[in-house]
């Protein structure tokens, strides 16, 4: 069995978390943090994130559209996953 509470060098793993400025996203992202996760809050709104980011942690903000590839490939870049609790 998995101890879901304890990943072994969390602190490296960086997850993407898009449509970050949501409240399903910001649950996800507290969890990454409990769990020793780096979590890293995607999405189109800037202010939006940044607020978002300061009830985390602090945690890092990269502003992408989903329809933009260029820009999601900066969201994505250095992310060993990633969580989408984008609308679409």
């Known amino acids: 069995m998995v101890n879901q509470d304890h990943v072994p060098h969390a602190k490296t793993k960086r997850v993407g978390v898009y449509g970050a400025a949501g409240h399903t996203a910001k649950l996800v992202a507290a ?3 409990r769990r020793g996760l780096t979590p890293v809050l ?3 709104d800037a202010a939006r994130l940044a607020a978002a980011s300061r009830e985390l942690q602090d945690a ?4 992408a559209h989903v329809e933009r590839p ?3 490939k900066l969201f994505l870049n250095g ?3 990633v969580v ?4 679409v």
Request: hydrophobic fraction near 35%.
């Open 70 to 72: 260029d820009e999601m």
């Open 79 to 81: 992310c060993d996953a």
């Open 84 to 87: 989408n609790c984008g609308a």
């Open 31 to 33: 969890e990454l943090l």
């Open 42 to 44: 995607g999405g189109r």
């Open 60 to 63: 890092e903000i990269r502003v």
